[in-house]
Each structure stands twice: as structure tokens, then as C-alpha cells.
């Protein structure tokens, strides 16, 4: 179905990395255009094989893409890692992997999104803005909590780190991130808040992440980009 529909709209290419724990790097799995398939499959990473990390969901490793997919929406540590079986014909050989996700990859996938022809990347995130002073809650000293707390301040730190990278090597990238949220990445069924003396739901987080889009990044950049392009119309 990625194959065949690719180009058509609500149809994208798609770019996936994930951590294998026993080859003990990042894999990159991907479904690309025909027009830069092969030259993003075959370029050289440096001393790495560019076959041991790199995987076309479009060719031999279409049937690992639930696998994958689901590598890429677990928790490290906290949920087991997914099996991902190579084939005999690969660089791995057959072997069977534990592959999860890694918070910090993110740099990595803005890195192989620039290699894909990705021109623009825009990183949508609800972990929230960085706290100023006077800005610390009560903890909960649960280890659902504390896991919790611990992954949304690592995935924050690795968002920055990624961002201001990109920024330094010429890379167009937007982050859109909510400037509160008192949910960590553990609260699935919401939790009470004290500044706000109410509760906060999941969804309530999904649906300010449409408002924070629009606030972020349509208005401030799409909508200013088009008014500067009207205006260079009516000059010439």
C-alpha cells in the first residue's frame, strides 16, 4: 500500500529510526521516492556499512515495518524491546535484533530527513518548554512517576540539543511544543494539577497541540511567509 500510493494525498514518504541494542546503533528504515531511494540507501556514514543501518520498507524489509513501527512507539526500559528478524540475504544474515526507541535519535532523524531531500522539518513535541525559577511542582515519589519525570526531561534535552545542532548546520526546523503541560510521559490517564487545582486529561494535551500549531508555527511562519510573498507580487 506504501508503494502504490506514495505521492497521493494523505500518502507520504515515510522515515523511521529506531535503536538496535545488540548491533548497538541507530537504524534507519524508510519508504522514499524512486528519485532518491538509491542514493540515500547507498551513501557512505563513515566507516559504517551504509547496508547494516539503512532498510527499504519498500523492498526486502517491507515485513518488518509493523515491527519497526512499533519499535519506534515503545519505551526504553520500561517496555520490552521489539524482535526484528533480518533476512538471509541481508548484511545481518538472518539474526533476530532487539530493536527500541531512543530519545535521543532525534538528532539522528533530522540528520537523515536533510539526506532524504527534506528541505523543511517541523518537530511537534508535548514536552512542554523548560521551567524558569519558582516554576518546581510537588513530586510524586512513585517509580511510574519518576520514570515518567526522567523520560520527558530526557526527550526535552534531546530536542534541544537536536534543534540548536540543525540550526547550526543550516537546517530549516521548526519545533512546536507547548509552553505548560503537567503531564509526563507516563500520564495516560491524565493528572491533577496543583497550579491549576484541576485535573488534566490526555486529550486536553492533543488538543492544544492543534492550537499550539497554529499559534507556533501556521501564523508566525506559513502566514508571514505568505504575506512576504504578496508583497514581493505587488512590487514587481
Known sequence: MLADNIGQPGFRELLIVVHDVDARRDLVFCALAERVRREFLTRRTGSTPRAGEAFDLLGMSRDQLIDVLAAALSLPVATGSRLVRFGAD???????????????????LIEEAGEAGATQIIIVSGVPEPPGPHGLRERRGDPRSRLGDYLTSAEGAAIRDAVRAATDASRLV?????????????????????????RHPLNELLERGYEDAYRQFIEPVVAASGDKLDARKEIT
Open 90 to 108: 541481508t548484511y545481518w544474515r538472518g539474526e533476530t535484533h532487539r530493536v527500541t526507541n531512543r530519545p535521543e535519535a532525534i538528532a539522528r
Open 174 to 198: 521548526f519545533l512546536v511544543q507547548p509552553g505548560y503541560s503537567p503531564l509526563n510521559a507516563l500520564d495516560f490517564a491524565g493528572r491533577h494539577d496543583e497550579l491549576s487545582n484541576r
